[in-house]
């Protein structure tokens, strides 16, 4: 019961820490880009998307890590694993694929499934998969990572989703509006982010 009740604790503290202090996009930089593109997009669905992001992180979690338990052994296993990241990737969206073809009374299947493969080929995805094996995740932090992952992205698209909103105001240099300023605040809100980190200033 106690090892039960230590990985839950250790799921949910992997998590928060890459929700927030660990952010992919704001404090790793990973699908900005796309993150950009889907703030203005109104036929994407910036929840539905965050949430199919979110099953291919925890589909390839537990993926990566039973593929690097199994090439670990070898002499080679440096050399193979990037393409064993988009085998994983290519595995979690197909899966995903059948399932949203053939799940018929599934609400909005099309939509996701016109959104799997800017939710699945993400650099968001791929950041996360590399972290959780570069750095050893055991399985729970491994899930846990992920989720958060899946939330961060959520929480990302949540806060430039309002401040594209707010920043429409005249106040605004006609210069900066739209995109540049967005850019800018994105900015911002990474450095804020990254500070939870702890890094120190090199001196």
């Known amino acids: 019961m ?23 996009v704001l404090a790793r930089g990973m699908g900005v880009s796309r993150l950009v593109q889907l703030v203005g997009d109104d036929d994407t669905s910036s929840l539905l998307f965050s949430l199919e992001l979110c099953v291919i992180c925890l589909m390839n979690a537990l993926l990566a890590w039973l593929l690097v338990r199994w090439v670990e052994p070898f002499a080679w296993h440096t050399l193979v694993r990037p393409l064993g990241y988009v085998a994983c990737t290519c595995i979690s969206c197909g899966l995903l694929w059948l399932v949203l073809t053939y ?44 989720l958060g992952s899946g939330v961060g992205y959520l929480l990302a698209v949540a806060l430039v989703a309002e401040a594209r909103r707010r920043l429409q105001g005249s106040e605004v240099p006609q210069a900066f509006k739209g995109l540049p300023i967005v850019l800018v605040y994105i900015g911002i809100l990474a450095l804020a982010i990254y500070g939870f980190t702890g890094h120190a200033i090199a001196i």
Request: net charge positive; hydrophobic share 50%.
């Open 2 to 24: 106690n090892s039960v009740i230590s990985a839950l604790g250790v799921f949910f503290l992997y998590a928060v820490m890459a929700a927030f202090a660990q952010n992919a």
């Open 103 to 146: 799940a018929q009374k599934m609400p909005r299947r099309m939509q996701l499934r016109d959104m799997l493969p800017n939710a699945g080929f993400n650099s968001c995805v791929a950041g996360t998969l590399l972290v959780t094996t570069t750095q050893s995740y055991t399985l729970a932090q491994s899930f846990g990572y992920a």
